[in-house]
């Protein structure tokens, strides 16, 4: 009695020590490390933020299609933490830590039977190479759903094997329930089902025959699972082949012209897959050292000796589940390119902790048979794998805190700028707001911004949208980027404009952004060389343009400023076309793009609002005639509809707008004779070109 009491005692000890480093580990530092979102992060906390909105999505469709139980815990820890990257990375640790329990039961259900020495210390122990795991600290801190994956095959697997132990209908149910919730975390826990079928099969193998005491379980636990999944059954059935897009879209046997190649990708991928437990890891910087294996040397050996052990022992139904787990919750890391082989294999953590377990704990069983009387090889051994497990942890704190968290890469990866600048977008008033060098869509900007619908991103370095005067302010926030020149243009355009606030990273003394505001009121003060009087079916005007040659380093270029102006809200999404052509007719050169880049589509216009888009075309120097014209217009894709050019009593008159003849074989332009014509839509030189 005191014995078993004693036993249990330290137990619980160990097991609260356990808990607490690894507790420890995966909080640490936490605000700080990581030090942002990143992109598939900030997805999380922009879904949050619109669940905690009144959104109920069964299944995301954004971002390549997501799963949604992670984003609702995000909303849960939203409410207690406010929005932000923190939030997400909590929300993850938050599930790290609740698999070092859950894995822990797993583990001890499996070796409930297996001699003392496993049935007592072997949950413990697993759980123990848990918590110093540089792989799960390092997802269970990265703030994304692949994290749910470790819990809910713990807790299904754990059950599984509780109901094949006991024969208790709840274990069963429990295992149902988590098994139906996988459905809801990641793509990979879909593989589940599949396992556990097999262990039915397994456990069902050594009776010979089917009975009730084997289709009961299976049933309760099927009904369970198919219960708890049926809103997404409902939605896949509603939105065919939606819950699977991603799966082909990264599945590596698609890739390649032929089988061979198909065959080749493959098998390359599943070296990958099996190389990265101890040789070569992930080359994803933001998640890993790059090259890293999951687990360090000297796990390496008790992992490798628990797999040889668990390969000997496979005749039992358990140990051939266990081997299972590892191989069919690996095959994602196997057919799957384009991502972390560790994020798509880890489904098999917990059985890794358990396998490392075995080759931990089964040495000393076998040295006890061959040593009886040896009293002082029990606590001796005892050492030894407090050793490796603790050596193998400050070799994890070493990796993750001091080598990646101390790589100045980080702040790129996870966004930090990004955030900073939605960060000044959320307290920017309402108004016009314009955001050059970064998408206003991207996740990070949305999360930190509030989702604010009404920020318009554009290219500073060729255009820059002009509010007309109006009675609201306007703002400009600027992330500088090479070549750049909102700056020069806003100052030339808004004189009465001012600086409201610039951030400059004091690391490396770049601008992290500035901003530009411009009172109520102000007219943008524009100074086109040509003036203008096209018209594009009522929907878009051109108020000028400038025209200038010059030397590039390949040959001569022609930069074409345009002064675009809305004449109402423009609903449709138009490309915009800069023709060069001879005046007999030929097409010199072209540009074909949606303004501004494609930054700034029409469709986003309102009305009133000017766009100055400088438009550049590369000239062959060798090819180049002394004059040629320039044609501007619009068209839709893909039927090449082309905006008519209305004349002032609204009739079409051209389908684009001749704007000057320029002189190609010399810098200078011919200034006597601006020209301003429509040609027929069905003109020879510009009708073979949309």
């Given at each position: 009695m005191w014995k078993r009491v004693s036993f249990w005692w330290q137990t619980g000890v160990l097991l609260l020590l356990i808990f607490g480093i690894g507790v420890w580990?995966?909080?640490?530092?936490?605000?700080q490390l990581p030090p942002g979102d990143g992109y598939d992060p900030a997805y999380y906390g922009v879904d949050a933020l619109e669940i905690l909105g009144g959104a109920r999505p069964i299944y995301l469709t954004t971002n390549f299609g997501r799963e949604a139980l992670f984003s609702y815990l995000v909303a849960l820890v939203y409410l207690v933490t406010g929005p932000g990257a923190f939030g997400i990375h909590l929300t993850a640790v938050l599930i790290g830590i609740l698999t070092l329990p859950a894995t822990y039961l797993a583990a001890r259900e499996f070796f409930r039977d297996e001699p003392?020495?496993?049935?007592?210390?072997?949950?413990?122990?697993?759980?123990?190479?848990?918590?110093?795991?540089?792989?799960?600290?390092?997802?269970?801190?990265?703030?994304?759903?692949?994290?749910?994956?470790?819990?809910?095959a713990a807790l299904s697997l754990g059950f599984f094997?509780?109901?094949?132990?006991?024969?208790?209908?709840?274990?069963?149910?429990?295992?149902?329930?988590?098994?139906?919730?996988?459905?809801?975390?990641?793509?990979?826990?879909?593989?589940?089902?599949?396992?556990?079928?097999?262990?039915?099969?397994?456990?069902?193998?050594?009776?010979?025959?089917?009975?009730?005491?084997?289709?009961?379980?299976?049933?309760v636990v099927g009904l369970t699972a198919v219960f708890i999944t049926l809103p997404l059954i409902l939605y896949s059935l509603n939105n065919p082949g939606a819950l699977n897009e991603r799966v082909w879209q990264v599945a590596v046997f698609t890739n390649g012209s032929g089988w061979g190649e198909r065959l080749q990708a493959t098998w390359a991928q599943v070296q990958r897959a099996l190389l990265m437990f101890s040789v070569v890891g992930d080359d994803d910087p933001m998640y890993t050292i790059v090259g890293r294996p999951v687990l360090d040397w000297l796990i390496s050996i008790p992992f490798y000796l628990g797999l040889i052990v668990s390969l000997w022992r496979?005749?039992?139904?358990?140990?051939?589940?266990?081997?299972?787990?590892?191989?069919?919750?690996l095959l994602p890391a196997m057919i799957a390119d384009s991502a972390a082989e560790a994020k798509r294999a880890i489904g098999t953590l917990p059985a890794v902790m358990i396998v490392i377990a075995v080759g931990l704990l089964w040495p000393l069983h076998w040295l006890q048979q061959a040593m009886p009387r040896r009293l002082w090889l029990r606590p001796a051994w005892a050492g030894l794998v407090a050793a490796v497990l603790l050596i193998s942890g400050g070799i994890t704190f070493r990796d993750y805190f001091v080598v990646w968290g101390q790589d100045p890469g980080l702040a790129a990866h996870f966004n930090v700028q990004r955030a900073a600048v939605g960060q000044y977008l959320a307290q920017t008033p309402s108004g016009h707001v314009y955001l050059s060098g970064m998408d206003p869509a991207h996740p990070t900007i949305q999360l930190n911004a509030g989702l604010r619908p009404d920020v318009v991103g554009y290219d500073g370095r060729r255009c820059v949208p002009l509010p007309e005067a109006a009675d609201v302010p306007t703002t400009y926030v600027v992330a500088p980027d090479t070549g750049d020149q909102s700056v020069i243009w806003l100052e030339d355009i808004f004189p009465q404009g001012r600086l409201l606030d610039e951030v400059v990273d004091p690391e490396n003394g770049r601008f992290v952004y500035y901003a530009y505001g411009v009172e109520p009121g102000a007219s943008p003060q524009l100074r086109p060389q040509h003036l203008t009087e096209v018209n594009w079916?009522?929907?878009?005007?051109?108020?000028?343009?400038d025209l200038a040659v010059m030397e590039g380093e390949n040959g001569r270029l022609l930069t074409i400023t345009l002064y675009y102006q809305a004449l109402t809200d423009v609903a449709g999404d138009y490309t915009a076309f800069v023709h060069i052509l001879t005046p007999a007719g030929p097409l010199l050169a072209q540009s074909d793009s949606k303004p501004c880049g494609g930054t700034l589509p029409t469709n986003r216009w309102q009305a009133g609002e000017v766009v100055r888009d400088v438009v550049v075309i590369p000239l062959d120097?060798?090819?180049?005639?002394?004059?040629?014209?320039?044609?501007?217009?619009?068209?839709?894709?893909?039927?090449?509809?082309?905006?008519?050019?209305?004349?002032?009593?609204?009739?079409p008159v051209a389908d684009h707008a001749l704007l000057q003849m320029v002189v190609l074989d010399d810098t200078e332009m011919v200034d006597d004779r601006i020209l301003l014509s429509y040609n027929q839509p069905n003109a020879q030189q510009d009708n073979r070109h949309p």
């Open positions: 580990l995966r909080v640490y530092q936490l605000p003392e020495l496993l049935a007592q210390w072997g949950g413990v122990v697993a759980v123990a190479a848990l918590a110093v795991s540089y792989w799960h600290l390092n997802w269970s801190r990265a703030g994304v759903r692949a994290v749910l994956v470790p819990l809910g094997w509780r109901g094949q132990r006991t024969g208790n209908r709840w274990a069963y149910v429990w295992c149902g329930f988590f098994l139906g919730v996988g459905f809801y975390t990641y793509q990979v826990a879909r593989l589940l089902p599949v396992l556990l079928v097999l262990g039915f099969v397994i456990y069902w193998l050594p009776r010979r025959r089917w009975s009730w005491a084997v289709l009961q379980p299976l049933m496979w005749r039992r139904p358990k140990w051939l589940l266990l081997l299972l787990w590892l191989g069919i919750m079916d009522n929907q878009i005007g051109l108020l000028g343009y120097n060798d090819q180049l005639p002394h004059l040629a014209d320039v044609s501007v217009g619009f068209y839709s894709w893909p039927d090449l509809q082309r905006l008519p050019v209305l004349n002032q009593a609204q009739q």
